[in-house]
């Protein structure tokens, strides 16, 4: 297998995408149908689906993604890959994720600085929810390697988010920022940039968002996430995407358009979920803030 | 020896055991407390819910108590190998087949509920309104089954137990049932006397008429019988035996049709 040195362009179909979207959660797809081509959604560009949840489909989920495939530009957020895992990288899946970009022409996957799996008695084995990866050297040549091997394997360029945290590891030799930064450059894939996730991590371990937020790589942003959270206590948000976008997120994406320029944006909800016409407010509110940044010349250019 | 487990691993694997068994497994060392509770909670929780949301009979015939124990138990430790987050409720049947102390008919049980969850998003191909034969004959064209069903026989009445009702022995004879999805995708269970499971699994086989399908029901049934007592007059009363079949079975294909089983 070739690993070293291989680059990849962007797909074309990445040119193509652009403004809002939102996570696609199975209650939400009848209404969609029905709001098909109607003013109601008319600041929809893209939707967002997770291929864990999607692959293998059959039944009426097959119907659907047909459905959708035909007529959204459709994302993938990935839940699974494990980027940072201590047990081997799953090649099964990572063809199964392929086959599935393919047939359903995915304009971009992308997926977690983090990992959900371990070695459970010595055989591989999922957590099937989102962990940390304790900031080291090691671990960013570690995590930037697979990076490499799934960018060579699906012949494509991915997208790497910046992930939500809860307990920072005492053996970390550097703050997330740095680590982020380090395994961008070290795999050199895109970033997808999580609003909301920046600001989680701010107050759960105490540091400027917006210092962060400065310090991101803005020349490999291809994709950007906010949603809302839930507030456990002055020092601890839990990222559940269950509660409208707090003002300071807003805010923090503003800046972002500010600085890098707008990129496609897409809205989290995953429990919770209000009415598809609800939901749109924060849909158009995204919709508003690009068009008023779009023609304005980024104060951190890269060009 | 560095290369091959980073210490950065190493935390990972005690991070992993921490919250997969915390009363087993001590949390990484000088890991804030509180920060690492947040972690035994959602991810427990998260693999509790999946799971609880395909077995909502199972998980009330047990009782709270323990059916939170033997969650925590297969977390603890079953390997997950599936990266699909569908598969979960199927890695924790497999789980259930490997505990020896498990009454059998919980195990029944489990599979029955699991069933509907597998039917539902089974990978086939089209069946049903559009896609299928209309004016067909079904006694003389070849009948399509519904690639969605499951034929399955069970020795306990799963779709009878609960709390209150609870075996406390195999049936006689066992039960036999039909699981499938309609053109509404819409799962569907029908109970089926054990002839027409029969003649069911003969038309899944491979393609049949109505009429070679009861002619093939017709030979088994002879077969059987006459494994049973050779000394019978099953083989020479057979030709009129499928005869009386063949006129009793075109209801019965009439029925699956209508059912929208075969087409």
Redesign the interface.
Known sequence: MVLTNQTHSASKNVALLKGAGFGLKRELIAPLQAAFESDLIEHVSFLEIAP??W?????????QIAWLAERFPLTCHG????L???DPL?TF?LQQVKSFLNQHKIVLYTEHLS?C?????G???????L?P??F?E??VF?VANRIKQVQDTLERRIAIENTSY??????SSMDELTFLNAVLSEADCDLHLDINNIYVNSVNFGFDPHVFLRGVPGERIVYAHIAGHDREADN?I?DTHAQDVVPEVWALLEEAYQLYGVFPTLLERDTNIPALPILMHEINQIAVLQRQYQAIQPLLASA | MALEH????A???A???H??DPKHHKA?????K???A??TE??FN??FS?VSACYPVLQLVLGKRAWRKLVRDFFA??????????D?PKTFFNYLTTQPNLPVYLTSLAHYEWLELAV?????APFGGENSPKNHDLMTQKIVVNP?IALVKYHFAVHQISAKNKPTAPLSQPIFLVVY?NAA?KVQFVELNELTAQLLHILKDKPHTGVEALTQLSVNLATTANKQDPASQAVMESQADTQALITFGEGILRQLQEQEIIA
């Not at chain 1, 839940?79 to 494990?82: A, D, G, I, N, Y």
């Not at chain 1, 799996?117 to 008695?121: G, H």
């Not at chain 1, 055989?123 to 929810?129: A, N």
Request: one cysteine or more; hydrophobic letters at 35%; proline letters at 9%.
């Open positions: 864990e949840n692959i293998e489909a059959g039944g009426k989920q097959a119907v839940l699974s890959l494990s940072g895992g201590p799953n899946f990992y799996s371990d070695l459970n008695l055989k591989p084995s999922y957590m099937h929810d962990l990866i304790p080291t090691e671990a570690y809860y307990a920072e590891a005492p053996i601890l839990i | 980073p210490s950065f691993q935390y990972q694997q991070f992993c055991a919250i997969r990484p060392a000088k890991v804030d509180k920060r690492m947040v972690y959602i991810v998260n693999i999946s430790h079953y390997p997950s190998q599936s990266p699909l987050f569908r979960i539902s998003s089974m990978q086939t969605s999805r995708f």
